[in-house]
């Protein structure tokens, strides 16, 4: 057993005390003791951030991220680093650029869509009270959504899609010295909540996670609808004095066409409905090339498409439910 005991002293602002059993003390650096835990253990921390935030970015985009990296290199007694990028298209193909300035000469002009972007920051710290450098490592994982749905988008509908899909970025970084990766955590962390999104609306977010239950809402809706509209008019055609057998026959055959049809109906809209707004997705996109460009236009036309067809069969249902009601109301009264 260890003759010494660590205790933490209050007014050293984070050193750790090492005291043995005679009662000696020795302050060390908390720096200093996670770079021993280090070398003994060969071991590294890290710390991640998964987003789902929809972000619309650019080449201009990646080199502000750069800038800011770079800025945080000037705090910090940097020994070395390096940057590798990493462009990933579909069917397994991607390129790698051995440092950002060779990334700066990406061909823009690529007809392939981009699925997703790595950048990797490696580099080594020595640190105020260290004299070995640290190595550290910030990877940050960007995803192109509309890119990656368009590849496996025969793979998986579209509902399924929205319950596996949401992550578009990812950030990591391995350190032995927390407050250093806490703060290029916090500067990326701020580079991606500020880089430019179009936001769904709230009403729309909502009316989107609620289209698949359209068809079951309007189906019954309608066949409630023909059952109390008949019932409104049935006393002219049932059975009464002047209501014979032949036209209460004819009444009822009609009637459960009606019924049948009112379903029939409702369960066409609510498909219609639902199949426009499961077509619809937050756009979420890497625009670094020129296939970028035409698949970020293919997607933004058909939300447009989707949206209009969700409006029309929520226009065409609500016609039918006032149609409906106007000829009942015209037969009753007559």
């Known amino acids: ?170 950030v990591s970084v391995e350190y032995i010295d927390y407050v250093v990766a806490r703060t290029f955590l916090d500067v990326t962390d701020r580079w991606i909540k500020g880089v430019p999104a179009q936001e769904t609306p709230k009403a729309l977010k909502v009316a989107l996670k609620h289209a698949d239950k359209a068809q079951h809402v309007l189906k019954y809706l309608f066949f409630a609808l023909s059952v109390y509209l008949l019932l409104s008019i049935s006393s002219h055609y049932l059975l009464t004095s002047s209501a014979p057998y032949n036209a209460t026959a004819r009444f009822l055959v009609l009637g459960f066409a009606v019924v049948f049809f009112s379903y029939r109906i409702g369960l066409w809209f609510g498909r219609m409905i639902e199949n426009a707004a499961s077509s619809y997705m937050e756009l979420s996109y890497l625009k670094l090339n020129r296939g970028d460009e035409k698949l970020i236009t293919k997607a933004q036309r058909n939300n447009v498409k989707s949206f209009f067809k969700a409006v029309v069969g929520g226009v065409l249902a609500v016609s039918y439910g006032v149609i409906a009601t106007f000829v009942a109301n015209y037969l009753s009264a007559t």
């Open 1 to 170: 057993m260890s003759n010494d005991q660590e205790i933490v002293d209050p007014q050293n602002d984070g050193d750790v005390v090492v005291e043995s059993k005679d009662g000696d003390q020795q302050r060390i650096s908390f720096q200093v003791m996670q770079s021993i835990y280090n070398e003994i253990t060969g071991k590294t921390e890290e710390i991640a951030k998964m987003y789902t935030r929809p972000f619309h970015i650019t080449i201009a985009d990646l080199e502000q991220l750069n800038a800011k990296i770079l800025q945080l290199y000037e705090q910090y007694s940097i020994a070395s680093a390096n940057c590798n990028v990493h462009v990933y298209y579909a069917e397994d193909t991607r390129e790698r650029f051995s440092s950002f300035e060779r990334f700066r000469a990406y061909d823009q002009s690529r007809l392939e869509p981009m699925q997703s972007l790595s950048l990797e920051y490696n580099f080594l710290v020595v640190l105020p009270k260290l004299k070995k450098p640290q190595s550290y490592k910030v990877e940050i994982n960007l995803e192109s959504r509309v890119s990656t749905y368009s590849d496996r988008k025969n793979q998986l509908p579209m509902a399924l899609w929205r319950l596996i899909g949401h992550r578009t970025a990812t």
